[in-house]
């Protein structure tokens, strides 16, 4: 009996240990400056001498440092020298013999080539230099000065302009064209004073002279009041593209009070545009260097071109008005691609209205075009790799022949290649999932892809052959992998994290099979490591329409007696939440960890409009916001009620700028449904929100106001009941505080009760300081804990 009493001294000892209650959550510990939780690396990328470097900040001190990855050892910090003379391998471009290549840095242009390694600073000047690359069949660089094309020879090293554009507007011809008086008087002054005469000849003879021996002057290219950009050049040099835009002077910008400053004075921010706000205006020219000519690709032959969106079928004045003047739509250029070789490029038109993508082949020596590729969208174009009309779009040239590109032609995007001689467009990947990245290899035999194949909440990179075929999968950890290419491709680096972990850095092999070896381990402290963080449970339900809605499900250890339930929506419409992955809403994660322990279930739903899913889902809320979006979230509450045992009556629903206006649109059109919600600087009508991603989803106001109206929460407020929190920053340049200042006042005016707006005014869109966090959320628990406990 004496000798157990050891081992069973030693097992409750033990048992002691392992069984210690987890650390009870706060709002002031979650909400802390987030370098409690660990520091994880960022922004990975190769030196061209094939080090990996990382941004890192294990000392946890003001900023992140530098540091490069060691094999078999720990990061090391990169000093003030090798941070001067890094030069990082995605800023450098190649000769097509791969022996020699350019970049720029600190806004000089460099040249280096490998046998015998030589290195050259080729510009050394006030103006900046950018874009350093070959041309001229690899004899010359070419690299942009104020907004100028210039060339340096390999073997001369002489530099010449290429471009000469001019602010202003040209010379009016003529404009001192002499009349018949001002003609008598020249005439009879070199007849009766011969120093006039021989001077007039001096002149005329020196110019004769100075044109022979100096050549033809640079043609000059007046912008008038334009800006140019885009500015490009074929490869054996003779063809530059450009694009000018033209300014929309009309457009009126909105001011932010900033009330807190270091002054003592309210300060203005300037700030942006409204949706529907005169746009600017674009034109693309060739420049054919050898004939001396220029000519603009015109878009008024595209198909689709003329015809009308077809919402305006809900406006029939509207579209009877457009099909009187048959107008083409206008367009913008977000991209011309030149051919490795020739005289061909293809460039990327998008209609204004972003309802349609055309892909054209330009023929420099004829300035005629032809369609490659035509994607339009009754909703908008959109999706990875493919980018809207502001640009974004992932393509090039695999040879002279064919190109690649991205389209969800098919419902998700996908990768696809057209001949430039007949058109034909084979595709390269198919099925329900998406193309995420793509990039070829640098011998251009594989495309490097990244996917969400295995599932919507994985990502994976792949490698591709160039013809199709196979996918072969190179990652295999569960979650997301973010993969950063070697320069000579033998190698990979990865971010990756999983749903309870955060990012750290590994190194693999570049072939399937390979295992993947961390460099960093400092992502997570021992104080976040003290409490055990739940792995969401991925679960979907049913949607009203029959469509599946992927969902994070954090489930109550012990379930709170009343039952309560909080459903939380993610920003940005078009933004991923339900995933594998260690997610940028980490507040909330470790709040829904803390609500979960109060007895709470907790729903984080990607609802229609989130991406990941394809074409279908991110359209699902063309023309209606607070439409499919939001019936997700009630169909959400309806699963949680009949499948989890959640009490129908003490349901809440919180969420930041688009969570927040999906909270309003919840409060406002469904009451009931929600007892609470807390809504987040959240938008309050559409038509104070900026253009470029409001006129995609519902048009413009004074064209489509079916769209504004039943969208936008303010037209909507007398329907309010329940509990509702409004929390705002007052400094916000993206959603404004004017928002809820007019939608409080709509609310004082319908004489509703049980809401309030606290205010936060250092606060932009995006919180920065743990107390403005602190508060706000503590706001939340406390309306939940007063109102859903019942």
């Known amino acids: 009996m004496k000798r157990m009493v050891l081992p069973l001294l030693l097992m409750f000892s033990l048992a002691g240990q392992t069984q210690q209650p987890a650390p009870e959550l706060t709002v002031d510990m979650i909400m802390r400056d987030p370098k409690w939780i660990g520091t994880s690396p960022s922004n990975p990328f190769w030196s061209n001498e094939g080090r990996l470097y990382f941004s890192w900040n294990p000392e946890k001190a003001l900023s992140d440092s530098l540091y490069f990855a060691m094999p078999g050892a720990s990061p090391v910090k990169a000093s003030w020298a090798d941070r001067q003379a890094l030069v990082d391998h ?44 070959f041309a001229f069949n690899d004899m010359k660089l070419v690299f942009l000065r104020s907004q100028n094309l210039f060339s340096w020879d390999l073997k001369t090293g002489e530099t010449v302009q290429l471009t000469n554009f001019q602010k202003g507007a040209a010379p009016a011809k003529d404009a001192k064209k002499d009349g018949i008086q001002e003609k008598w008087l020249k005439d009879d002054q070199l007849k009766y004073f011969e120093v006039l005469r021989l001077r007039k000849n001096k002149r005329e003879v020196g110019d004769s002279l100075q044109k022979q021996f100096s050549g033809k002057p640079l043609r000059a290219i007046y912008l008038e009041e334009k800006n140019v950009g885009m500015v490009s050049i074929s490869a054996d040099g003779r063809f530059i593209s450009y694009r000018l835009t033209k300014p929309a ?38 420049f054919d260097t050898r004939l001396d000519t220029i000519f603009q690709v015109t878009t008024d032959s595209l198909p689709g071109i003329r015809n009308a969106p077809e919402y305006f079928k809900d406006y029939p004045g509207q579209q009877a008005d457009q099909q009187k003047k048959n107008a083409p739509r206008t367009s913008n ?23 349609d993508r055309w892909l054209v082949l330009v023929n420099g020596l004829t300035g005629k075009y032809s369609v490659l590729d035509h994607q339009h969208d009754s909703a908008w174009i959109g999706g990875p790799g493919i980018g809207g009309s502001y640009g974004g779009g992932n393509y090039g040239w695999l040879d002279a022949e064919h190109f690649w590109f991205q389209s969800e032609k098919t419902g998700f995007s996908h990768l696809y290649r057209v001949s430039v001689s007949t058109a034909e467009i084979r595709p390269l990947t198919s099925g329900k999932f998406e193309i995420q990245n793509a990039r070829l290899s640098a011998n251009r035999q594989f495309f490097y892809l990244t996917s969400n194949e295995v599932h919507p909440g994985e990502q994976h990179f792949y490698r591709l052959p160039v013809n199709g075929g196979t996918m072969e999968r190179i990652t295999s950890m569960t979650g997301a992998n973010q993969v950063t290419i070697s320069p000579d491709e033998k190698k ?47 679960v979907t339900f049913k949607a009203r329409d029959g469509a599946t809605v992927y969902a994070r499900l954090y489930k109550p250890s012990n379930p709170h007696p009343s039952r309560p339930a909080v459903i939380f929506v993610h920003g940005a419409g078009y933004l991923q939440n339900v995933h594998k992955w260690w997610s940028s809403y980490f507040r909330e994660y470790m709040f829904h960890n803390l609500l979960a322990d109060k007895g709470y279930t907790v729903l984080d739903i990607d609802y229609r409009a989130s991406s990941g899913y394809g074409r279908d889902w991110r ?56 007892a609470s919600g ?12 900026n253009h470029g991603y409001t006129s995609n989803i519902l048009n413009e106001p004074v064209t489509d ?46 004489g509703k009760e049980n809401w309030e707006i606290a205010s936060y005014p250092v606060e932009d ?22 109102t859903l406990k019942q």
């Open 90 to 133: 995605a800023d450098c471009e190649y000769n097509k013999a791969g022996n020699a290549y350019t970049y720029v840095k600190n806004g000089d242009v460099f040249y280096v080539t490998l046998k015998p390694f030589r290195q050259l600073k080729v510009t050394q000047t006030l103006e900046p230099e950018t874009m350093s690359h």
């Open 249 to 286: 002077v009309s457009a009126r910008s909105t001011i932010v009070p900033n009330y807190v400053t270091e002054s003592g004075f309210t300060e203005d921010i300037p700030a942006r545009t409204k949706v529907g706000a005169p746009s600017t205006s674009q034109e693309l020219f060739i």
């Open 333 to 355: 250029f977000t991209a011309l691609t030149w051919s490795p070789s020739g005289y061909r490029a293809v460039a990327d038109i998008r209609s204004t209205d972003n309802k």
């Open 492 to 538: 990979v680096a990865i971010l990756y994290s999983y749903s309870n972990k955060p990012w750290e850095l590994y190194l693999q092999d570049n072939k399937p099979g390979s295992k993947a070896v961390q460099v960093t381990n400092k992502a997570v402290s021992e104080a976040f490591a003290g409490y055990p963080w739940r792995d969401p449970e991925l």
């Open 619 to 674: 359209t699902g809320i063309y023309r209606f916001m607070g439409g499919k979006d939001l019936t997700d979230h009630i169909d959400g509450a309806g699963w949680l009620v009949n499948n989890q045992g959640v009490n129908a009556r003490n349901i809440g629903i919180y969420g930041g700028s688009y969570g927040g206006f999906i909270t309003l649109m919840a409060m406002f059109t469904t009451p009931g449904v929600f």
């Open 678 to 689: 807390a809504a987040l600087r959240p938008v309050t009508d559409w038509a104070h929100y």
């Open 705 to 750: 106001s079916i769209a504004y109206r039943r969208s936008s929460p303010i037209y909507h407020a007398e329907g309010f009941k329940g509990n509702l929190l409004i929390c705002h920053g007052m400094v916000d340049v993206n959603v404004h505080y004017e928002d809820v200042v007019r939608l409080g006042q709509r609310l004082i005016e319908l």
């Open 765 to 786: 869109h995006g919180f920065v300081e743990p107390s403005s966090w602190t508060d706000e959320y503590k706001r939340i628990l406390k309306l939940f804990e007063q």
